[in-house]
Structure formats: structure tokens, C-alpha cells
């Protein structure tokens, strides 16, 4: 089939930009751009058009082309994971200023997923040491290993499958006396799923982004409990905690931290919304 009559009928006829229709023939043949530029017949067409069928439809490019950019990386992505959101990418801005003003820290990064939080503050902090990223999905954390060996971190980054922090209590692993703890858990009230985008609620996995019915902060109170008692166990004497919060999240979060007497204070994303969480414990 000719090059041009792909572009003229996919953006034509289904609405999909040249942009994404050039990473869709790229990822396919598995070449470049300026070896597709010198291409006027495609021949094997029918799993490029399988791909833009399934774009048409709604399914997500991310998991179509098997990577997400985010912080500047490119990270590998499928149906295991949570697609990357540039909301996040405040969290690690915020931990980032934190952990340049500390001789040295570990990080333990919960829920991790694609393990972008963990490989993106390694790979822009030289003074940590002691990496964890936990999931309690076994399937995010083949994702997770994946990028690690893509972003050579394999060696720098422990990966463990856990509830929480629940394998800290029952194993002595090694933490430094300043410690980092990152969660972009799913805080999604499990009743508000009608409200998402169709794409997201349609493909991305349900454990990533919905779980308690009541204010979808309850996983965070969980975690807030652990990280204290993990800081009296391991005597740890700084003890930062950096949460992702839903929109509308903000006043229950500040009562609750209020009524506990804990430091904290929030960030706002680049839509001028209260974001990023930063408890000191």
C-alpha cells in the first residue's frame, strides 16, 4: 500500500494525526524515521492497521506503542500498568528539592507500577542509596523490571512484592537514617468510576486507580500508619512522606493530618490543583 494513501485515509477517515500515525507504521516495522521517510511502499500493512483500528476504538496510544514519556524518560507500559500522567511528575519535582538538602536517603517508593517514580529520582539523585519499589501486583512488577534493565537501574533498584509496607515489618531490610517514602496510590472513590474518561475505565487496570467508597483517601490513612510505626522500628530520624491526591481531596486530607498533629503541606499540579502531599512523620 502506498505511504501516502496511509496517511490520507488514517487521518482522513479516522482522525488520527500524522504524529501518531508515523509512531504507529515506526513501532510496526521497527525502523526509524528517516528510513520511513524513504519508503514509498508498505507492505505488511494489516498490523499497522490493526493498531490504528484499535486507536480508533479508544484504546489507549501509550499501551498501543509499548512506551509513555514522562519526566523527560521514555518508559515501557502495557495493560499490567497505569499509564504515566504528567500529574505526577509534581511529586517528583517536590521530592527531588527535599532530597538535595539531605547527606543521604533511601527511598521506598509504594505502588510503584511502571516503577516510573523510583527510576526517574535515581537517575536525578546521586546521594541515595537502599531503592525499594513495591507493588502488590506480581504483573506490574514484570512491567516495573522491564524499565529497570531498560534504564540499567536493575542492579540499583530492589523490586518486592508487597501490601503496602508491609514487608519492612516482616523482614530487617537496610534504610538510612533519612528516609523518602513515595505512594501514588488509587484514590478514586470506587463509585466515581462512572465519571472517568470511557479509555480509562475501559483499559487501564481497576487496582491502579479505585478502592475505597467513602473518600478514597482510606488506603493513604493505612500507609500514613505504617510509615510512623516503620519509623519507630528502624529508628529512623527523617521520615518524609510524599502522597498523590485526588482533586478533591484536599480538605478531608488537611483535617485528617490536622487531627493527627503532623507536619505537612501541599503543591499544586500545573492545573493549579492540590496535588502532591508532603507529610512529615
Avoid at 77 to 86: A, E, F, K, T, W
Wanted: aromatic share 14%.
Amino acid at each position: 500500500m502506498k505511504k501516502l494513501e496511509i496517511y490520507k485515509i488514517w487521518k482522513s477517515d479516522y482522525k488520527i494525526s500524522d504524529f501518531l500515525i508515523t509512531q504507529i507504521i515506526l513501532k510496526n516495522l521497527k525502523i526509524n524515521q528517516n528510513q520511513l521517510f524513504l519508503l514509498d511502499e508498505i507492505s505488511d500493512f494489516e498490523s499497522i492497521k490493526s493498531d490504528f483500528e484499535l486507536y480508533s476504538e479508544g484504546f489507549p496510544i501509550e499501551y498501543i506503542l509499548k512506551t509513555a514519556n514522562f519526566y523527560s524518560l521514555d518508559f515501557y507500559v502495557d495493560q499490567r500498568v497505569l499509564i504515566p500522567r504528567n500529574d505526577t511528575e509534581i511529586m517528583i519535582k517536590t521530592i527531588l528539592d527535599k532530597v538535595s538538602k539531605l547527606d543521604n536517603f533511601s527511598l521506598i517508593d509504594v505502588w510503584t507500577w511502571s516503577g516510573i517514580i523510583p527510576i526517574t529520582i535515581t537517575k536525578n539523585a546521586k546521594n541515595i542509596s537502599n531503592i525499594y519499589a513495591l507493588d502488590l501486583s506480581k504483573k506490574a512488577l514484570e512491567v516495573s523490571k522491564i524499565n529497570l534493565e531498560n534504564h540499567n537501574l536493575s542492579n540499583k533498584i530492589q523490586l518486592l512484592n508487597s501490601d503496602l509496607l508491609n514487608i519492612f515489618f516482616e523482614n530487617k531490610l537496610n534504610l538510612t537514617q533519612n528516609l523518602i517514602i513515595s505512594a501514588n496510590l488509587p484514590y478514586i472513590k470506587a463509585w466515581d468510576k462512572i465519571n472517568m474518561d470511557k479509555e480509562v475505565y475501559t483499559f487501564e487496570p481497576e487496582l491502579a486507580l479505585y478502592w475505597w467508597e467513602k473518600t478514597g483517601f482510606e488506603l493513604y490513612e493505612k500507609l500514613i500508619f505504617q510509615a510512623k510505626t516503620l519509623k519507630q522500628n528502624y529508628n529512623i530520624t527523617n521520615l518524609y512522606l510524599y502522597l498523590e491526591i485526588g482533586f478533591d481531596q484536599y480538605e478531608y486530607s488537611k483535617k485528617y493530618l490536622t487531627d493527627l498533629w503532623l507536619k505537612f503541606e501541599y503543591f499544586k499540579d500545573l492545573n493549579n490543583i492540590w496535588r502532591c502531599l508532603q507529610i512529615e512523620i
